[in-house]
């Protein structure tokens, strides 16, 4: 049975998904899954409504993937909060639906929703925050003891210190961040990549590599700093 025959499920948010997949042009979940550069195990969660369980970097990375917001995407696979529909398909008033057979019950909600919507940046923002200090977990604990020590005995080999980054090195791969060449690096001069120190450089030319520069994916954050390599 093919992937998009499946038989719906109770919580099951493919048709959903699949709307807006089939608006960014993206024909399988498979091609989703290459798109936003995330695992089908990540699409198994949004599938089954359980956005809140997903990595803030999954959730934007599908965000652009599907062309919408974050947000949008949060409020829509999110199988805790009330099913949205557009407004021309708005369930008829029955005794099992009072919000939609009463006005200002359907005017409450909607501002619940509102507030809900605006509470989500927080929300997302808080998330980031207790995924890095579990990364940096190693880090917050054992640095201000390493500093102390060093403190206390200057003689200790800076080398010792070094295995204690290891979790900073750890958070920047979960933020996708990738350095620019590793510091001491020569390497040809690229104005894309690269900016001089205090002198002139042609492309091409052997330079070498001051201080680290970083990108994340195809967007350039901060040039490495170099200065030629002196024949």
């Known amino acids: 049975m093919g992937e998009d025959q499946r038989v719906k499920q109770p919580n099951d948010y493919s048709p959903l998904l699949q709307a807006l997949m089939q608006r960014a042009g993206l024909s399988s979940y498979r091609a989703l899954s290459r798109a936003a550069?995330?695992?089908?195990?990540?699409?198994?969660?949004?599938?089954q409504g359980q956005v809140g369980r997903l990595q803030v970097v999954s959730v934007q990375q599908l965000a652009q993937?599907?062309?919408v917001t974050t947000t949008e995407l949060l409020v829509q696979f999110d199988r805790t909060l009330p099913a949205h529909a557009p407004p021309a398909n708005l369930?008829?008033?029955?005794a099992e639906n009072p919000v939609a057979q009463n006005p200002e019950a359907l005017w409450q909600e909607y501002e619940r929703l509102q507030q809900q919507l605006e509470a989500q940046?927080?929300?997302?923002c808080q998330q980031v925050q207790r995924?890095?200090?579990?990364?940096?977990?190693?880090?917050?604990?054992?640095?201000p003891t390493a500093i102390y020590a060093a403190q206390q005995n200057p003689t200790i080999p800076?080398?010792?210190?070094?295995?204690l980054t290891k979790p900073l090195d750890a958070l920047l791969q979960?933020?996708?961040?990738?350095?620019i060449g590793p510091v001491g690096a020569e390497v040809p001069y690229d104005p894309q990549q690269h900016q001089p120190m205090g002198a002139t450089i042609t492309p091409g030319q052997q330079v070498r590599i001051r201080y680290a520069?970083?990108?994340q994916g195809d967007r350039l954050l901060y040039r490495a700093k170099v200065s030629p390599v002196e024949s």
Not at 37 to 47: A, C, E, M, P, Y
Not at 91 to 94: D, W
Not at 174 to 179: D, M, R
């Open 37 to 47: 550069g995330v695992s089908r195990s990540t699409l198994t969660l949004l599938r």
């Open 65 to 67: 993937a599907l062309g």
């Open 91 to 94: 369930a008829p008033p029955t």
């Open 121 to 124: 940046p927080q929300h997302i």
């Open 131 to 143: 995924e890095a200090i579990a990364i940096l977990e190693p880090w917050l604990l054992q640095w």
């Open 158 to 163: 800076a080398t010792r210190l070094i295995p």
């Open 174 to 179: 979960a933020w996708g961040l990738t350095a």
């Open 213 to 215: 520069g970083y990108q």
